[in-house]
C-alpha cells in the first residue's frame, strides 16, 4: 500500500517525509499510457507535488504545480491536496529517450530546462497565490527544492525516483523531502547534506526500505513519526463537473453542439474517464441560460 511518512528528526530541527508511491504512479502510467520519460518525468511531478501539498496545504486547500521546460514531454501539470491525492497531466505521454550517461532514463532531457515550475496555492482565500521559479536541473528533485528555497525560503532537500520497466511498468517510485527548521544548525545541515550523497541510488532505497526504514537512515538517532497517511492517485472529475463547465459556454457553442445528430463525448485529461452529452442536454442548458 502506497503511504507517506510525516516526521521530526530526534531533536526537532528537522521535517522529514517519505513517500512510497509505487501504485500511485502506476495509476496515472496506465491512466495516460505514458512510455519511459514520459512516465518518469509525470511520477516525479506527482510525487513532489504530492510531498508540498501534504506539508504545506491544510484542511481542504489545493495545490497546482505546471511544469513546462521546453523538453519534447511537454506541459506538465499535477493537482494536488492535504489529504494525499494527486492527479496529473502530461502533454505528450509517448516520450521514450536514450538513457542518459548515468545510465538512468534522461528526466531532464524529457523535461527541459528552458522553463519554469509554477506552484499556485488556492488556500480558500480572495486569490490564489502562484510562486514561479526557473527550472534549473530538469531532473525536479532540484527544482522542486529550489522552489522551497526561493519562493517559501525553506532550506529543503528532495529525492524522486520513478523505476519504469522495459515493458513501461512502474515497478518502484518513491520521494523524500527534508526541511531545515529555523533552529537548524549549519553543521547539522552540512552532515545531512553528506548523508544523502552517501545513499544508494533511490530506486534501489524504495525497493529495499520501509518509508520509516529511509527516515532514520538519514539521521544518527531515530526519528518521531509523527503521522502515516495513505496517499492515491484520485481525480474528482464528474459528469456534474463537466456540466457545470459546459454551461459556461457562449450560448451559440452551445446552440451547435445542440444541433449535432450524436452525443458529444468530454475526455478526463487526467484519469481518462469519458463522458457523454446529448443534443437534448445542450438544448436544456440553453434553456436554462
Known amino acids: 500500500m502506497d503511504y507517506l511518512v510525516k516526521s521530526l528528526n530526534y531533536n526537532s530541527h528537522f521535517r522529514i517525509y517519505v513517500v ?8 496515472a502510467q496506465s491512466n495516460h499510457d505514458t512510455w519511459s520519460a514520459s512516465s518518469a518525468a509525470l511520477g516525479r511531478s506527482l510525487i513532489g507535488t504530492l510531498l508540498l501539498s ?5 484542511n481542504d486547500e489545493l495545490m497546482t504545480t505546471r511544469i513546462n521546460g521546453g523538453g519534447p514531454v511537454g506541459l506538465i501539470l499535477a493537482d494536488g491536496n492535504a489529504q494525499g491525492q ?30 519554469v515550475l509554477a506552484v ?49 511498468h ?8 527534508v526541511q531545515a527548521l529555523p533552529n537548524a544548525q549549519d553543521g547539522e545541515i552540512d552532515t545531512l547534506t553528506k548523508t ?33 497517511m495513505p496517499v492515491e492517485f484520485q481525480c474528482d472529475c464528474s459528469q456534474e463537473h ?20 450524436q452525443d458529444t463525448e468530454i475526455v478526463c485529461k487526467f484519469c481518462g474517464q469519458k463522458y457523454q ?6 438544448q436544456q442548458m440553453i434553456l436554462e441560460k
Open 120 to 168: 499556485t496555492k488556492d488556500q480558500k482565500m480572495a486569490q490564489p497565490f502562484t510562486g514561479k521559479v526557473p527550472l534549473i536541473s530538469g531532473e525536479l528533485a532540484e527544482d522542486y527544492a529550489y522552489y522551497l528555497v526561493q519562493s517559501e525560503q525553506i532550506p529543503a532537500a528532495v529525492g524522486l525516483s520513478v523505476f519504469v520497466e522495459s515493458d513501461n
Open 20 to 27: 512510497n508511491a509505487t501504485q500511485l504512479v502506476a495509476t
Open 170 to 177: 512502474v515497478s518502484c517510485a518513491g520521494g523524500f523531502m
Open 54 to 58: 501534504t506539508s504545506m496545504l491544510k
Open 196 to 228: 544523502i550523497q552517501q545513499l544508494p541510488p533511490l530506486h534501489e532505497l524504495f525497493q529495499q526500505y520501509t518509508p520509516e526504514e529511509i527516515v532514520n537512515l538519514l539521521f544518527t538517532q531515530p526519528a518521531k513519526i509523527l503521522e502515516r
Open 86 to 115: 494527486v492527479k496529473g497531466y502530461i502533454q505528450n505521454p509517448h516520450i521514450s529517450l536514450p538513457l542518459n550517461a548515468k545510465g538512468k532514463i534522461d528526466v531532464a532531457k524529457a523535461v527541459g530546462q528552458d522553463g
Open 277 to 282: 452529452f446529448t443534443p437534448q442536454q445542450f
Open 242 to 261: 463537466f456540466a457545470q463547465t459546459l454551461r459556461a459556454l457562449p450560448k451559440s457553442e452551445l446552440q451547435e453542439l445542440a444541433q449535432l445528430k
